[in-house]
């Protein structure tokens, strides 16, 4: 049987995600959103100039 692709939130007793693991995505997450931003604002920048 397949697993699902989204997983709901852990439950009371299930056991925690090891911290570094949680950093990894912290700091994806981080460099993916200061791209976005970064796209964004030199796409703007393009237009204007």
Same mark, same amino acid.
């Given at each position: 049987?397949?697993r699902? +692709? +989204?997983?709901g939130p852990p439950?009371?007793?299930d056991?925690k995600?090891p911290?570094g693991?949680?950093?990894i995505?912290?700091?994806?997450?981080?460099?993916?959103?200061?791209?976005?931003?970064?796209a964004v604002a030199?796409?703007l920048?393009?237009?204007?100039?």
């Open positions: 049987m397949r699902p +692709i +989204i997983e439950g009371p007793g056991p995600q911290l693991k949680s950093l995505w912290f700091a994806a997450l981080w460099v993916g959103g200061l791209a976005a931003v970064a030199y796409a920048r393009a237009l204007i100039l």
